[in-house]
């Protein structure tokens, strides 16, 4: 290995998995230099990227758990730093976990960062019965930014949705501020699940006077825009959706009547005629159900791994339209999932490059010059 060049080592080395990657961290002081550095940690992420490796399922609700995707064989309980069972989304192998003080966690590297406080500011001009938070989590690849996007929703004593209050979380400055209002009702279950981009996705209920209509509502977390995206044209009368991330695209699922569940694919995105059905799942195939939830596409791309009422995985077959069942050791009873690729990111450190902890590490060297210098005149003088 000494004879090998850098480069090559660089490039084996971003080719393995995060856990081989910190147990080979101890194998020299330049390896260890070497995969800690911000340019390495970015070239093993696009590395997974790419070839579609070190991905994971992310499980949420009673506890917190991990699957991995190629196998899933076993579902691995995680020990975040705080008791907590609820997730709101992954990011580059970061999760946003909603613990009574929220925070970004690094779950296969352990590390993680606190989200500052920010109370929740009850509005003076009405009467509150309830408020609620919702959360989004999402990164901003121009500035080299993770971001936070917190929902206030405020409810009348009848429960009716007045409005609500937004804030914006920022890696870079570790401080929250306002930002413009959501003008619509968020979902009550996982908000904002659909992250692309940059990009928070999710569905709303639009319209006032008795008429109702469905949207794609998206938000930009570095222009802080909102906007809507066409939908796929349908047909009846269903107005009900959720908004998922599939291979890569933006994904559709309708639910429809007689437990008949539609998954559309957004090809292009943004372009209305890019909008393909991937798949119809009804029952005799599977048994009645609540929800289906599209997670991921087979290594061969043959298949779709789909969330079954957030209690079962299966394998839909694209081509003989038929399903089998996922057997996972572990599996909690009722769980929420999403696709998370595993990374070395470090969610205490954003927007400092390699030449930053160079320089503080030679400023400490310089001060520890200082004080032996000092001492050793302290000495002589004694």
Not at 50 to 61: H, I
Not at 341 to 349: E, K, R, T, Y
Request: glycine share 6%; proline share 5%.
């Amino acid at each position: 290995m000494p004879n090998l060049p850098r480069e090559l080592i660089t490039d084996i080395l971003t080719r393995l998995p995060v856990k081989s990657l910190l147990r080979f961290r101890c194998v020299s002081k330049p390896w260890c230099s070497l995969i800690d550095s911000r340019s390495f940690i970015k070239m093993h992420l696009l590395q997974s990227k790419k070839t579609g490796s070190n991905l994971f399922l992310m499980l949420g609700f009673l506890g917190i758990y991990s699957v991995e995707l190629d196998s899933l064989d076993a579902a691995n309980r995680l020990r975040p730093p705080y008791s907590a069972s609820d997730v709101s989304n992954s990011c580059n192998g970061l999760i946003l976990v909603l613990a009574k003080i929220p925070f970004i966690w690094n779950p296969f590297t352990r590390k993680y960062r606190e989200l500052p406080a920010t109370p929740v500011e009850q509005p003076v001009d009405f009467e509150v019965g309830s408020a609620y938070v919702t959360h989004g989590f999402a990164y901003d690849a121009v500035n080299d930014d993770y971001r936070v996007v917190r929902v206030e929703e405020f409810r009348g004593f009848d429960s009716e949705w007045i409005r609500s209050e937004a804030k914006l979380y920022s890696s870079k400055s570790d401080k929250w501020r306002k930002i413009q209002n959501f003008p619509y009702q968020l979902p009550y279950k996982r908000a904002w699940g659909a992250h692309l981009n940059g990009v928070l996705h999710t569905g709303v209920r639009t319209g006032d006077l008795g008429y109702f209509d469905s949207s794609i509502w998206a938000f930009d977390v570095r222009t802080e825009q909102h906007y809507t995206l066409p939908k796929p044209d349908f047909t009846g009368t269903d107005l009900e959706f959720t908004v998922e991330v599939l291979g890569g695209c933006l994904c559709l699922v309708r639910p429809r009547k007689r437990y008949r569940t539609d998954v559309w694919i957004m090809k292009e995105y943004g372009v209305k005629e890019s909008w393909t059905k991937l798949l119809t799942i009804a029952p005799p195939l599977v048994e009645r159900y609540i929800t289906i939830g599209p997670l991921a596409y087979s290594r061969n791309g043959e298949e779709v791994l789909l969330n079954h009422d957030d209690k079962q995985l299966i394998w839909y077959d694209l081509r003989r339209k038929t399903v089998r069942n996922v057997s996972v050791d572990g599996l909690p009873f009722v769980f929420y999932a999403e696709v998370c690729v595993a990374s070395l990111i470090q969610p205490d450190v954003s927007g400092e490059g390699d030449e930053t902890e160079e320089l503080r590490q030679q400023e400490k060297s310089r001060v520890k010059k200082r004080v032996d210098f000092l001492s050793e005149g302290f000495k002589l003088v004694l």
